[in-house]
Every structure is written in structure tokens, then in C-alpha cells.
């Protein structure tokens, strides 16, 4: 029987193989042992789920054991935003948050991911323990239930919307009525949880908008529901064609991710959302504090701090070390690379519905296209561009690898490496202000490669130096 394991994200598994009943109810003891051991059991735990497969029914199972060990749960009644589950969390001072949700991952996947009292995904210490626990009762059926109509009867059980609190909470976050001004605007949900959510503010003040994919679809329409560009090309097409449409915005399926179209259908890469954002929020809100970023996180970002004089802080991939940075009230903004974002004042935990929101706020007020804004931006900062690659391995290469990036060559791709940061993968900075980063997956025979230089030529000669050096 395969073991439980928490990723960066919480544990995940193909369904009916690893993501089973049995699995999802040891897990769910074990997250109840977890919060009981630590004192926490009398504050209470969300339940939620996206859209995927047997969502619904996986939260209540979830529920029955939360309940049977005698914590108080709150189901939520519909699919629900993973940033949404962090604010409810956080406004009603809950233990934590189960969450039922691959987010990008294909649809034949499904997780858990666990969210701590601060609203943020759990830290590595607290997976641990809950991976310990799950393992020492895998296979055993070392779980308590509780039926639900007696949970509810006992007060253990409640069911919830968070809604509209969340949504409420944002009106003092956003400037929608300047929003507004930008007339027309499409949206695309992806079949996802953000139906209901991304649309409301703008409908209520009687916006035009143009919105596909926006029912419960399993199979999120064929793609995974991730708002990269190759995913994405209906609505590519749909803003291309729309002269009247002034920006494009996206979710994938748990919302906690963003992808923004410019007005002329322009796929624009999260890193320099980050970057835009950064220094609007310090220009127009006039916010105060650092930024923090991933270490495989464009450099535009240092960059732009560097002009507005604040500190950077780097962390491992997972936004997890992020959102601790935002509970200690440390950054103005902080984000990765993969599409995810949360800000000063609000959840730890990656918010892609807010995400578009400030992005639109930004167009609206700065009455410039994104694609403008950068420009503007390389004007004052210099260009820096990003490119990421998957290199797969033979099992020769894979056997090689840790050796391989042991041994770092003084010189890659013409320029002396100056520095080896082993925060999280090897990252090689280049004495010509390039970097390249190479990031094992944990989970199959890939190598992710990440590099930034400030033209596409020398990105290019970049990217063929790393691949050479793994593939060579």
C-alpha cells in the first residue's frame, strides 16, 4: 500500500488508486489526532471541496470523522474557493481547514490540502505529523465516525456559505467602482469555484462582461484546470475577438490561482503581474513592508524593490513560507511564479480571484494596458524575461542527477557563476545578472528549468546551456 505523503500543497492522489474513502478517512484522523494532541480540538474545522469528482462526498465522510472525534465542523454547502476557506478560517478563529482540492492537477486527481489556524497552508512540522499518524494507521480502518444527522443534532455539525462574507470583505480591498470604468471585461472561471465569485462585484454595479466556462464541469472542459496560456486559447480567441473587451481574467479550479489576458488577448506571465503589482500598491496605496518571492520567481521583483528602496525576502517554492511572511505583517505582497498571490491585510494563502481584481483595479487607475504598464516598467527597471522548461529523465539521468548538481562548472553559458543558492533546487547566478534554476520534481523523472536574462537571445542561450547540462 503506497504511503501518505504531503507535497507543497498537501497530499494528492489519483483517484479510486490512491485517493480512496479509506485514505481520505485516515488522513482526516489523522488531521483530528493532529489538532486534538495540540489543544485545538474545541476551536473547530471548515470542510470544503472544489469541483472535481466526489467532492461533496468527500467532505462529508471527512466530516463524519472530524465529527466522531468530537470536533465541531462546518461543511461548506457548495464547492468553495481554497483563498475563501483561508479567510473563514481566520474570521472565526477555526483550528483549521480541510480542503478537497488537486487545484491545477488533471481531473482524474484529487487532495487534501490542510490549512493551520493562520489561514495558511500547514507548515512542513504539522504535515509531518499528520503524515506520521496517517502512516502508523494506513490500512487498518483506524478511524472514528460519527453519523451526520447525529452530529448535527449533538452541535457538532454545521452546515455554511461563506460567501458573501468573503465577498464583503474584498469591497475593502478593491476599488471595483474604479473597475468599472473599464467597460467591459471577460472571465473565465474554468469550470472552477470561482463562479459566483470572480463575476458578483463587477455584476452588481451593472458591468458588461463576457464569461465562459463558468458551470460545474469534472472534466474542466478537457485541460487541466490551470490559466496558463496553452490551457486557455478559447478564451485567447474570445478577448482577441472582442475589441470592446479591455482585459481578460482567469482562476483555476480552486481560484487560488490567476491568468490575465491583456485587451488585445495577450497572455501575460504571472511573474510580472507580481512585478506590476509591487509597485502599484507602494505608488498608489502607498503600502509599507518588504516583498517576498520563490526562489524560481522572476528578479524583476528585486528590481522594482530595489527602486522603492524595501527589502526582498526569498523563499522555497510553496507559498506556505509566503503566507507565514504575511501573518508576521512582514511584506506588502508576495507571489511565485506558478500564478499565486495574496497581499498586506490579507489571507496567507494564494488568492487568485483577488488576484484579477487588483490587476483590473491597476488598469482601470493607471489607465494604461498591462502590456504598457511593463513597458513602462523595463523602462525604469530594465527587462527581465522568464522561461520555464520540463526536462524529463532517462532512468540513467535520474540516477545521475544528484551528483551531477554537486559539481557546479565555474563558468554556464558564457558568464562566471558567481553564486550556487541551494534554497530550495540549485540556482546558478551568473555574473552577467542571468540565473538559471534546476528543481527536481518529487513526484515523477523531471527536472523543472527556470531561467531569466533580459532578451529572448540570451534567455535562449540560457535555457540550452541548462538543458545540456542535465541532458548532456
Not at 475577438?241 to 482562476?251: E, F, M, R, S, W
Not at 528585486?302 to 505583517?329: M, N, R, S, W
Request: one cysteine or more.
Amino acid at each position: 500500500m503506497k504511503r501518505i505523503a504531503f507535497g507543497t500543497s498537501g497530499w494528492r492522489g489519483i483517484l479510486c488508486e490512491d485517493f480512496t474513502f479509506d485514505n481520505v478517512k485516515t488522513v482526516t484522523q489523522a488531521i483530528a489526532d493532529h489538532l486534538c494532541a495540540n489543544g485545538e480540538k474545541d476551536k473547530g474545522v471548515i470542510v470544503g471541496t472544489d469541483t472535481r469528482f466526489m467532492g461533496d462526498r468527500f467532505t462529508r465522510e471527512s466530516a463524519a470523522v472530524l465529527t466522531g472525534s468530537g470536533i465541531k465542523t462546518l461543511l461548506c454547502s457548495r464547492d468553495v474557493p481554497t483563498p475563501v476557506i483561508a479567510f473563514e478560517i481566520i474570521r472565526r478563529g477555526l483550528a483549521g481547514g480541510i480542503n478537497f482540492t488537486a487545484s491545477h492537477n488533471p481531473p482524474e486527481y484529487n487532495g487534501i490540502k490542510f490549512s493551520s489556524s493562520s489561514g495558511g497552508p500547514a507548515l512542513p512540522e504539522t504535515t509531518a505529523d499528520i503524515e506520521l499518524r496517517a502512516n502508523a494507521i494506513l490500512g487498518t480502518s483506524g478511524y472514528n465516525s460519527m453519523e451526520l444527522e447525529d452530529a448535527r443534532r449533538d452541535g457538532l455539525l454545521e452546515e455554511i456559505d461563506p460567501r458573501e462574507t468573503y465577498l464583503a470583505a474584498l469591497e475593502e480591498k478593491v476599488d471595483f467602482d474604479a473597475i468599472t470604468s473599464l467597460g467591459t471585461i471577460a472571465l473565465n472561471p474554468l469550470f472552477g469555484t470561482a463562479r459566483g465569485y470572480l463575476d458578483a462585484p463587477l455584476r452588481s454595479r451593472g458591468m458588461n462582461l463576457k464569461v465562459i466556462n463558468d458551470h460545474r464541469d469534472p472534466y474542466f472542459g478537457g485541460f487541466p484546470p490551470e490559466p496558463a496560456e496553452k490551457n486557455i486559447q478559447d478564451f485567447i480567441a474570445l478577448v482577441k475577438g472582442d475589441p470592446a473587451v479591455k482585459l481578460g481574467l482567469a482562476t483555476d479550479g480552486d481560484a487560488d490561482r490567476f491568468g490575465i489576458l491583456d485587451c488585445d488577448g495577450t497572455y501575460i506571465e504571472p511573474n510580472y503581474i507580481v512585478a506590476l503589482l509591487l509597485d502599484y500598491l507602494i505608488r498608489y496605496r502607498k503600502l509599507t513592508g518588504g516583498v517576498a518571492r520563490s526562489v524560481a520567481t522572476s528578479h524583476l521583483i528585486d528590481a522594482v524593490a530595489k527602486k522603492h528602496g524595501i527589502p526582498v525576502y526569498e523563499t522555497p517554492v510553496g507559498f506556505k513560507y509566503i503566507g507565514e511572511l504575511i501573518t508576521q505583517d512582514k511584506i506588502i505582497i508576495g507571489g511565485e511564479e506558478s500564478a499565486g498571490l495574496s497581499i498586506k491585510g490579507h489571507v496567507p494563502e494564494k488568492d487568485g480571484i483577488l488576484a484579477c481584481f487588483l490587476v483590473a483595479e491597476m488598469v482601470a487607475r493607471e489607465g494604461k494596458s498591462v502590456t504598457e504598464l511593463l513597458e513602462r516598467l523595463y523602462g525604469e527597471v530594465g527587462r527581465y524575461i522568464t522561461r520555464r522548461d520540463n526536462l524529463r529523465l532517462s532512468r540513467e539521468l535520474e540516477a545521475a542527477y544528484p551528483q551531477k548538481v554537486s559539481s557546479i562548472p565555474a563558468e554556464v553559458a558564457g558568464a562566471k557563476v558567481v553564486d550556487v543558492n541551494r534554497t530550495d533546487g540549485v540556482k546558478l547566478l551568473l555574473a552577467d545578472g542571468t540565473w538559471m534554476l534546476f528543481r527536481k520534481s518529487g513526484t515523477e523523472p523531471v527536472v523543472r528549468l527556470y531561467g531569466e536574462a533580459p532578451s529572448e537571445a540570451r534567455l535562449a542561450e540560457i535555457m540550452k546551456a541548462g538543458r545540456e547540462f542535465i541532458l548532456g
